[in-house]
């Protein structure tokens, strides 16, 4: 097991995302469950009014059919008008791109935005649709079978584990 | 395990047939996932891609409205294409049986089965036949006879912990006629699964089905003292072919000994809340000052109803994999 310091690499994230979006009028969702802390954190260090959007994309998952529904849904929750408005999604980790896809579609169904940028804690690779984000705290390379994991502990600092699930 | 029809051999949710002897994890898993379900309705899209492509057949072999209604509309915010069978007028009336009838909109890709009928056990018959011919179909009883009104039982709990946050301190009273009502069977399963301490029945004798103290029930005969210091009510409807029978004298009678009258309703906590499955028989067993009145949470019960639907679909098409 490897851990990273996440917190060095949000600040690198925080200090990206204030100079793109500067001027910007921006409004944060989070996915469930790291993308919510690090909006939450974004919203404070950008100086953001709106509250923070929850996704919990599980309804829009293209893998459900295989998969199921997980057993620990949470609501969904995007108290702000999504019709016109900047959003800026935000996710710890992007891979394949999916969780992204599901994100986007769930947005929509909130209304019709008139723009969607995404920032993310770690790139890891592995795309599996055309989709990039917009800010990143760091690109890395991770083989397919290493996890990479977003904690928070009690002190709300947070920590990024790589985790080699084949084992040995 | 002890083989519950219900569950599949990892013992997740395939079908559901009743509240009885299902474990507690599983009603809460049903009313967790249903409280992520509540906001869609709000938004400019109420509809979500889970059960895109699935084909939901509602099979109502005896007439329910309302039902009928929610369920459809439960399946179509998951996108599942939802097909009604008007059973009254179809093949059933040639003479088909229920099995073949089964067999044949299984031929049609059918998915998930959504049966209402007058004979208890019936979706039993159908979840058992479709184990051994199409695995992959749910069935959920949507009411059989005097049985169960399972997912009636889940959407009164989601409506109880919606206004009273916690089961473990509750006294629930169930009025009416218990005998005859499915849904207070499941709702009696669900109270006593989730915790509630104290679940009582209250109604004429004639309308008391025996057992209901091995079932953890409390039972009244007068009304006042059956709601006494009561958290949540929930009436019954009286169904009027009730009183052509010896059971009852008249709706007037049955109205003067357990109407839910504002007066009667004083008996109850101050915070109570009075809840009905519907439809309601106003002067019968609900006032309409009650059934109209800040303590009734009926029309909630509908709406909530909807995202209960909606949860329990999506949980057993998440089984369909492990079989």
Redesign the interface.
Known sequence: MLELDAEVLYRTLAARARETFAGAALKLVGVHTGGVWLAERLRQDLHIDTPVGIL?V???RDD??????K???????ISFD??GSHILLVDDVLSTGRTVRAAM??I????RPARIDLAVLVDRGGRELPIAATVVGATLEVPADVTVVLTRDDDQRLHLTMENRGGE | MASNPQLNRHGELHHLLSIDGLPRPILE?VL??A??F??IAE???K????LRGKSVFNLFFENSTRTRTTFEIAARRLSADVFNLDIMRSSTAKGESLLDTIDNLTAMQADMFVVRHATSGAPYLIAKHASASAPHVHVINAGDGRHAHPTQGLLDMYTIRHYKKEFSNLTVAIVGDILHSRVARSDIHALTTLGVPEVRAVGPLTLLPAGLEQMGVRVFTKLDDGIRGADVIIMLRLQNERMRGALLPSAQEYFAHYGLTPERLAHAKPDAIVMHPGPMNRGVEIDSRVADGNAAVILPQVTFGIAVRMAVM??V?????MQ
């Open positions: 919990d599980s309804f829009y459900f059919s295989r998969s199921g529904l057993p620990d849904v949470r609501p969904s929750q999504v019709a579609n769930e929509f169904d909130y209304g | 898993r967790m996932t409280d992520s509540i906001n938004r400019e899209v509809n979500v891609p889970l999506s949980i098409a998440s089984s369909a994999r």
